[in-house]
């Protein structure tokens, strides 16, 4: 499935990160899986791994009190996912992390 926010298309929602590889992108922690509630939103470039982490910091439960939707960002610098996490902070209007 895949949620429009913004100029960008995300995979997801996610409830088992088994199906999210190990690649670079953005993704969203988020609270609900069709009104996305943003937790947090971030760049990595080993998107299982972070997401995998996070959750775990967090204390969160996936596909019981959270879910996560990615964008892949194959040839994206740091810089510029930095930039695009920017894009979607404001469209949430949430403070830069």
Request: hydrophobic share 40%; charged share 25%; glycine share 6%.
């Amino acid at each position: 499935m895949a949620i429009q926010i913004g100029r960008f298309s995300f995979r997801g929602p996610f409830s088992n990160l088994d199906e999210i590889k190990n690649r670079p992108g953005l993704y969203i922690i988020h609270k609900n899986e069709v009104d996305i509630i943003p937790i947090l939103i971030s760049e990595t470039p080993l998107l299982n791994g972070t997401i995998t982490e996070e959750i775990r910091k967090k204390g969160l439960i996936l596909g019981n009190n959270c879910f996560v939707s990615v964008y892949n960002t194959f040839c994206a610098l740091q810089l510029d996912r930095v930039e695009m996490v920017q894009e979607l902070n404001d469209i949430f209007q949430l403070e830069s992390k």
